[in-house]
Structures are given as structure tokens and as C-alpha cells.
């Protein structure tokens, strides 16, 4: 099946910093990405859908100011969260989708765990 | 986008049949029924889509009834590297990507 990696995968980082995360499809050109939160023991949450070339469509309650997303290619999208706070650690996972017949298959990256202190 | 409901947990014994059951009672003419699994700190990982009736491959195999309202994975001789989460999920195909929404998913223990 289709590719999709993340990067890092693991990063710790200190209050007020700025981490930026990749999310690349290896084999195919994803056109839209998809990036999730999920804490512990809980399931994914959509963040926001990532469009090449054009601006990203956050879910309700998701700052767009604080976590920036860019798509500025087929194969690559990046979240970065602004001046991280304790509270925004947690996995996030992204996702890209391709076409299989009738309907689409999402695949997904490897997830990064961001812990901020 | 339809919702989902999935039993929070179940349990079984290495070497038995398990069956997850999700309804999804106000499914739409266009959508399909994905299954996903997923391990501690992985991203989830594709199993099983489906349209009606039944499909299978080589992991699992999803049985779907006529009214499409619920849909059934069916995992045989599980072992204990099943034990993970599993997300039932219902979507459509949007004409570049389906935005994909996860219900609380089924945490399914595999023992000795």
C-alpha cells in the first residue's frame, strides 16, 4: 500500500518553543492531508484538512494561529505548533488519502509524540 | 458524516474468533465502511473496507447486512499481537480525498 511518513517521530521540546512536524507521501501525490490530535487512551481528533496550494480548513475549536499548516507541494504537508505549552503535548498523526476505485483509502503516518515542558 | 458506535472493550482468549460490531444507523447511500487498527504510539493502519454483504482478505473479513446499519469485523484465530484499538469508520468518496472521522473505537485484550 500507499506511504506516509512522519517526521520526527518523537520530540520533546521546551515551553514557548515552536515544533515543526513533516508529513510526506512516499509513493503517490496527495493533493489533500489530514492531520489528528489524540491524547491518551482516547481516540484521533481532526485538526484540519491540508490543501496543496491554498490555505487549510481547521475544525472548530482548532487555532489556526497556533498550529500552521502548510501544503506547499504534492508530497508534503507540515504542522508547526507555536509557542507550545505543556497542554499541547500529546500525538499527532497525519493522514493522506488516494483514490481506490469508487472511494478513497487513507493512510497514515507513524505519528509524532510531542511532549513540551 | 454518519456517527458510529463500537463496544468501548472486549476481551478474548488467544486462538478464538473475534467479532466487532458497529452500527451505523444513519449510514448514507454513498458511503462505505472502513476498519482501522491501531497499536500504542503507531498512526492507525487500514484493514477491511466494504460497500454490502461480505468481504475478505487475507487478515480479516467484514460481514455488511442488506440495510447497511451496521457492519461486523470478524478477525479468526486472533493472537496476542491483535491486541490494539479498532476503529470502525464511514465515509465517502469526495473526488480527491474523504475526510475521515473516528468514533471511539473497540480496545480489544488478547490473552493466553
Known amino acids: 500500500g500507499a506511504v506516509v511518513s512522519q517526521h520526527p517521530s518523537r520530540v520533546i521540546c521546551k515551553s514557548g518553543t515552536s515544533v515543526k512536524i513533516e508529513c510526506r507521501s512516499l509513493d503517490f501525490q496527495a493533493t489533500t492531508m489530514f492531520w489528528y490530535r489524540q491524547f491518551p487512551k482516547q481516540s484521533l481528533m481532526l485538526m484540519a484538512t491540508s490543501n496543496e496550494g491554498s490555505k487549510a480548513t481547521y475544525e472548530q475549536g482548532v487555532e489556526k494561529d497556533k498550529f500552521l499548516i502548510n501544503h506547499a507541494s504534492l508530497t508534503l504537508s507540515t504542522l508547526t505548533v507555536t509557542s507550545a505549552h505543556p497542554e499541547d503535548s500529546s500525538f499527532y498523526i497525519c493522514?493522506?488519502?488516494?483514490?481506490?476505485?469508487?472511494?478513497?483509502?487513507?493512510?497514515f503516518g507513524q505519528g509524532t509524540r510531542l511532549t513540551v515542558v | 458524516l454518519a456517527k458510529t458506535t463500537q463496544p468501548i472493550s472486549m476481551d478474548s482468549y488467544e486462538g478464538q474468533e473475534v467479532n466487532i460490531t458497529c452500527s451505523h444507523n444513519?449510514?448514507?447511500?454513498?458511503?462505505?465502511i472502513t476498519w482501522y487498527q491501531q497499536f500504542p504510539s503507531q498512526g492507525p493502519r487500514f484493514i477491511i473496507q466494504g460497500y454490502k454483504t461480505k468481504v475478505t482478505n487475507e487478515v480479516a473479513s467484514l460481514f455488511i447486512p442488506a440495510d447497511r446499519k451496521s457492519s461486523t469485523l470478524s478477525l479468526p484465530r486472533v493472537s496476542l499481537s491483535d491486541t490494539a484499538v479498532y476503529y470502525c469508520?464511514?465515509?465517502?468518496?469526495?473526488?480527491?480525498?474523504?475526510?475521515?472521522?473516528f468514533g471511539t473505537g473497540t480496545r480489544l485484550q488478547v490473552t493466553l
Open positions: 444513519n449510514i448514507a447511500t454513498n458511503d462505505y
Open positions: 469508520l464511514v465515509g465517502y468518496y469526495t473526488g480527491t480525498a474523504s475526510k475521515l472521522t
Open positions: 493522514s493522506a488519502s488516494t483514490p481506490v476505485g469508487m472511494n478513497t483509502e487513507a493512510f
